[in-house]
């Protein structure tokens, strides 16, 4: 049965449901191995490596299950300059890895016109791709970043079940997220977007909607991360994801995605300490190492115990090594454009 499911070409939501509920020993072997063909046929032995500025822990959102959301009076804000963050991005450089994420909550006290010269301060001083991770923004903004040399962005969809959607996310809606999505498609950027697994009420049958969702929006990155309690939200007291669960969704997403780029989250290498080597053996060909000052990046506590290092390189380059696989040396640009 799952091999039948495996040997196909495009997967039905029920073949997807029924790769997800495998509980068997042997199936579980062979949706692993066939998601480490599909990585190895797609991307080989390369890993693209993508250096973190968590550069503002300001955020206008109460998601509830993340540490970084307005309510939580108990976090000390802060929020990098222009000057710490060009000096991020040069540490960054230096290292030969050539994506840099500027990531931050939503926070509109960095303007438009702000991200715009920092993009373009970046691309003026440094030979690498910008990937853009600020959350839901003006359509005017994107455009402007666009045109500032940006090439992707990052926007999780968190969760294709409308319902939940509203419920984690007060105020909001999928649909409008799902608008943001497209329309930064539409200019040109490589888009990313994924789930959390083990929210509160999520069901496999969700998390069957969120590959299919990925599909659906044609994403060149996909994130399926493990959701980890946080102190301060009204999620505190939830149980964390299953760390066996998370691998199989990402590997079942590899099967069904094929030549799209699956990062390794911090949230998995956080909640197991193998957990970067066991999200390259599950279908991951992407790291994303952070770079943020120490200092600032135990403010960046979406959850608890945050895994960052100094200087992540050393334990990077000895995780690669004894898996097998190298250090990608180009931008690492989507499958998909080129
Ligand atoms: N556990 C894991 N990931 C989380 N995020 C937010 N809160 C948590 C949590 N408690 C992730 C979301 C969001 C990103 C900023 O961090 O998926 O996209
Ligand atoms: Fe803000 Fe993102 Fe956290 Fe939501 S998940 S509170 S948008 S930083």
Not at 239 to 261: E, F, Q, Y
């Amino acid at each position: 049965m799952i091999q039948k499911i495996l040997n196909k070409k495009i997967l039905r939501r029920e073949e997807i449901i029924t790769l997800l509920q495998a509980e068997d020993k042997n199936d579980i072997h062979a949706i692993f191995q066939k998601a480490d063909e599909i990585r190895k046929k797609y991307f080989g032995d390369e890993v693209h490596l993508r250096g973190i500025i968590e550069f503002s822990n300001n955020c206008e959102q109460n998601c509830l299950y993340c540490g970084l959301r307005k309510f939580n009076r108990a976090l000390s804000r802060y929020r990098m300059n222009e000057t710490e963050i060009l000096q991020t991005a040069k540490k960054i450089c230096d290292t030969g890895i050539k994506t840099i994420v500027l990531q931050s909550g939503e926070d509109f006290n960095f303007s438009g016109e702000d991200i715009y010269r920092i993009i373009k301060s970046i691309k003026s001083e440094f030979d690498a791709a910008i990937t853009l991770s600020l959350g839901e923004r003006d359509f005017e903004d994107y455009k402007i970043w666009k045109e500032a040399g940006a090439d992707r962005y990052l926007l999780k969809h968190e969760t294709a079940n409308a319902k939940l959607y509203e419920t984690y996310h007060f105020g909001q809606k999928l649909y409008d997220r799902v608008g943001h999505l497209n329309y930064l498609k539409s200019l040109g950027y490589q888009i990313g977007s994924g789930n959390l697994i083990g929210l509160p009420h999520q069901t496999i049958e969700d998390i069957a909607d969120d590959i299919i969702l990925c599909r659906d929006l044609d994403v060149d990155m996909a994130s399926f991360s493990p959701f980890i309690p946080s102190p301060n939200t009204p999620y505190k007291k939830q149980k964390p994801a299953d760390v066996n669960s998370v691998l199989k969704v990402m590997a079942v997403a590899r099967i069904v995605l094929k030549n799209v780029h699956i990062p390794v989250t911090t949230a998995l290498a956080t909640i197991d300490l193998n957990g970067r080597e066991k999200g390259l053996a599950a279908g991951a060909n992407v790291i994303m190492p952070n770079f943020t000052p120490a200092f600032y990046s135990d403010k960046y506590s979406i959850y608890p115990n945050k895994k960052s290092d100094v200087d992540p390189m050393p334990a990077l380059r000895s995780i690669l090594l004894a898996a097998g696989r190298n250090m990608a040396e180009g931008q690492g640009h989507s499958l998909k454009i080129i």
